[in-house]
């Protein structure tokens, strides 16, 4: 409900006021709405309440697999367009489920427990094997390693970018999360800046960043060409990222 009210208008204007982001009030660089609606605590399904300023309809534009594909880039490896698929396949014959594999891959990534994959299996060792191959495919003991060496050398480590992080926890799980998760913020960022340079000529308006995804107003007479370039994806300097599109707003609306 207070996510909610934060939409209302000031007194006497027709538009919820604008959200002031902070770049800088984490460790890693992931957002936080400073004053403005709480569009980062607003449950998906109440996005609909967002509605067009031009007649248009609201669309949400977001990163494909943006964690797992930056960590494939980051370790000089190609990402496919589906890497859980990839994953699956290559590594287990397409044997096991794909939220398995998702369930893996942020074991592997965030050094979450396995537990929540021997639920689903009912084989503790069968999923620990799991998210050992995840990792071997992610190659995370290496960046653990190559993380670690930076720390005692250097007193500190930065994300792909070079934004410095604060590491309070110097466990090799937390040191991979923090990189991972600030070069995905910043690959965002970077990726929403350059879209929108494509976007704004059709006078399609941004109106708000949701961590890897962005929330833009489209004119109705544009959007095919919107679709048409999200469809392309970007290139970026880690690699070639991938959007989905999802419409908010109901027709007409």
């Given at each position: ?6 939409f ?24 936080v709405?400073k ?28 990163f ?13 490896h190609?990402?496919?367009?589906d ?8 590594l ?16 592997a ?11 689903i299996?009912g ?22 390693r ?7 050398e ?12 604060k ?11 923090h ?24 006078k ?10 962005v ?8 959007i ?24 908010l ?5």
């Open positions: 409900v207070s996510s909610l009210k934060s209302l208008p000031p007194k006497g204007e027709n538009y919820a006021p604008q959200a002031i982001y902070s770049q800088t009030s984490t460790s890693t660089g992931r957002l709405v004053s403005g609606p709480s569009i980062l605590t607003l449950p998906a399904k109440n996005r609909d309440i967002l509605k067009s300023s031009v007649g248009g309809k609201i669309f949400q534009v977001d494909v697999s943006l964690e797992p594909r930056v960590m494939r880039y980051v370790n000089n190609p990402a496919p367009d890497i859980y698929s990839d994953i699956k396949n290559k287990f014959n397409s044997e096991i489920e794909r939220k398995i594999v998702k369930l893996a891959t942020l074991s990534l965030y050094g979450s427990s396995y537990r929540s994959i021997s639920e299996t084989n503790k060792e069968a999923s620990k094997n799991v998210v050992r191959r995840v990792r071997q495919y992610f190659e995370v003991d290496r960046m653990e190559g993380l670690m060496r930076i720390l005692h250097e007193k500190q480590i930065a994300n792909y970018y070079g934004r410095p992080l590491i309070e926890d110097p466990r090799p799980n937390i040191l991979i999360s990189y991972v998760q600030s070069t995905a913020v910043d690959t965002a960022l970077l990726g929403f800046s350059k879209l929108m340079k494509d976007l704004t000529l059709l399609i308006v941004p109106i708000y960043v949701i961590h890897d995804a929330v833009v107003d489209v004119p109705m007479n544009k095919e060409e919107f679709y048409e370039i999200c469809n392309n994806g970007i290139q970026l300097p880690l690699g070639q990222f991938k959007f989905d599109v999802t419409q707003s109901a027709d007409g609306e």
